[in-house]
């Protein structure tokens, strides 16, 4: 069975600079989908970013990118710029590319944005 | 237009009451998942229904009862609940191929807050 581990329970960065949150997974498959979710006080589960293991190019949406390590096991996401939005929990999350497999999350990671 | 909505946004519920969680999404998706959400810890996965069938039911009580009367909506039908089942309840959606090994991202609505009294 897969497992995702996100080992930095709560994490800190001052506005505008970079943060790096890390993410390592198990799998013995080699195609999969990896995700990036934030999850505010609000409590809704938003979509910040998404790979495809078969993709060698890293995602990256505006101030968000990833560093997919493949060979490593490893999805970790920076955070450029960082804003007092940003504060939130993030999760890290697996998918299994086989029909009727589901999410794998890990623990999650509580980032606080100070000003 | 990514938007999966949930009703009520709060619930408190006696142990002999019964209620109803409410979800939807008109995204096209087939799938529908509901998930149990603890304090600081991340989804639990509840039920998935494909193609409005029930795909998978993780071990869940039979005090909580799923029902996707059609491809937008899923409820969860919800009676007997103990204090311990108070959570947030999250719905979420993907588009799902049928013919096997396409898989998704998944959409979440806002969240049910529920307690149980």
């Known amino acids: 069975a897969q497992t995702v581990t996100q080992s930095q329970p709560e994490m800190s960065v001052q506005e505008a600079e970079t943060v790096t949150l890390s993410c390592t997974y198990d799998?013995?498959?080699?195609?999969?989908?990896l995700f990036w979710y934030k999850q505010p006080p609000s409590r809704q589960m938003i979509l910040v970013i998404r790979q495809e293991a078969y993709k060698q190019q890293n995602a990256t949406e505006n101030r968000f990118s990833v560093n997919f390590q493949k060979a490593a096991k490893s999805f970790s996401l920076k955070i450029s710029d960082s804003q007092l939005g940003d504060a939130a929990m993030y999760f890290c999350a697996y998918r299994s590319t086989f029909y009727g497999q589901n999410f794998v999350f890990g623990p999650g990671t509580r980032l606080s944005v100070l000003p | 237009d990514t938007e999966v909505t949930q009703t009520p946004k709060h619930l408190v519920m006696g142990m002999t009451n019964k209620k109803s969680l409410k979800c939807e999404q008109h995204m096209g998706h087939r799938a529908m998942y509901w998930y149990k959400q603890k304090a600081k810890k991340p989804p639990e996965l509840m039920f998935v229904y494909s193609y409005e069938k029930l795909s998978i039911n993780e071990s869940v009580p039979s005090r909580f009862s799923p029902e996707c009367p059609n491809s937008s909506l899923l409820n969860l039908h919800l009676h007997a609940l103990q204090p311990e089942d108070s959570a947030l309840y999250l719905c979420a959606s993907s588009q799902e191929n049928g013919g096997g090994g396409l898989t998704d991202t998944q959409y979440f609505g806002p969240g049910t807050r529920l307690t149980v009294l």
């Open positions: 799998t013995s498959e080699s195609d999969y989908y």
